[in-house]
Nanobody, 129 residues
Framework: KVQLVESGGGSVQTGGSLRLSCVAS????????MGWFRQPPTKEREGVAG???????YYADSVKDRFTISRDNAKNTLYLQMNGLKPEDTGLYYC???????????????????????WGQGTQVTVSS
């Protein structure tokens, strides 16, 4: 079983930055596709960004050019660098793992919740205007 622990959330003002981290347990991290998701207040969870085992990223349109997803396989860690934060970015942010990474034909599937088997507990991000 894969365990995921997120950290790095907090409260910032509009235009600020935060860096989220997610550490995965075990020694099979390099075989996992990883994703970041968020759940805004009173809304359903949505995909933010995903990254393949080879490090290829995919972003939701709402965060493109502001957020950067990356992974460090040596540290079993996934990152989400968030710049230019807006109030609409507020939410509980989750990381998720697809292990072993299933075949996909479209990069957009990396932000499809249904592909992911393991989820962290979430870290809160609050952006004030």
């Amino acid at each position: 079983k894969v365990q995921l622990v997120e950290s790095g959330g907090g409260s910032v003002q509009t235009g600020g930055s935060l860096r989220l981290s997610c550490v995965a347990s075990g020694d099979t991290y390099s075989l996992m596709c990883m994703g970041w998701f968020r759940q805004p207040p009173t809304k359903e969870r949505e995909g933010v960004a995903g990254i393949s085992t080879g490090g290829h990223p995919y972003y939701a349109d709402s965060v493109k050019d502001r957020f950067t997803i990356s992974r460090d396989n040596a540290k079993n860690t996934l990152y989400l660098q968030m710049n230019g934060l807006k109030p609409e970015d507020t939410g509980l942010y989750y990381c998720a793992a697809d292990y072993p990474c299933s075949v996909y034909f479209s990069a957009s599937s990396l932000v499809d919740q249904s592909r992911y088997d393991y989820w962290g507990q979430g870290t809160q991000v609050t952006v004030s205007s």
